[in-house]
């Protein structure tokens, strides 16, 4: 059975910090390009950041510079750094892993920021 499980979401301040973190089990994580996507109330879920399988990040225009992917294939975890984090990044964040067969999601984590 394939689990992505999410964790690090919370509530924080305009220009905090926050890392979430997706542990994943039942796949072969290396393998896997992993994502994170967000999706604030009313809008489409969007790509916030993508790490390929040998480490390559790219980023949604409005994270550059202030959100970080990571991954650590020997703990099967994927990890998203957010700085500066600003109101309009309030979100349900979501990761997911994928390879050409399939697809997975985690069930989300919640990050607010708010005054």
């Known amino acids: 059975q394939v689990q992505l499980v999410e964790s690090g979401g919370g509530l924080v301040q305009p220009g905090g910090s926050l890392r979430l973190s997706c542990v994943a089990s039942?796949?072969?994580?290396?393998?896997?390009?992993m994502d994170w996507y967000r999706q604030a109330p009313g809008k489409q879920r969007e790509l916030v950041a993508r790490i390929s399988v040998i480490g390559s990040g790219s980023y949604l225009d409005s994270v550059k510079g202030r959100f970080t992917i990571s991954r650590d294939d020997a703990k099967r975890t994927v990890y998203l750094q957010m700085n500066s984090l600003k109101l309009e990044d309030t979100a349900v964040y979501y990761c997911?892993?994928?390879?050409?067969?399939?697809?997975?999601w985690g069930q989300g984590t919640q990050v607010t920021v708010s005054s």
């Open positions: 997911r892993a994928s390879t050409s067969r399939a697809e997975f």
């Open positions: 039942g796949i072969i994580f290396s393998m896997n390009t």
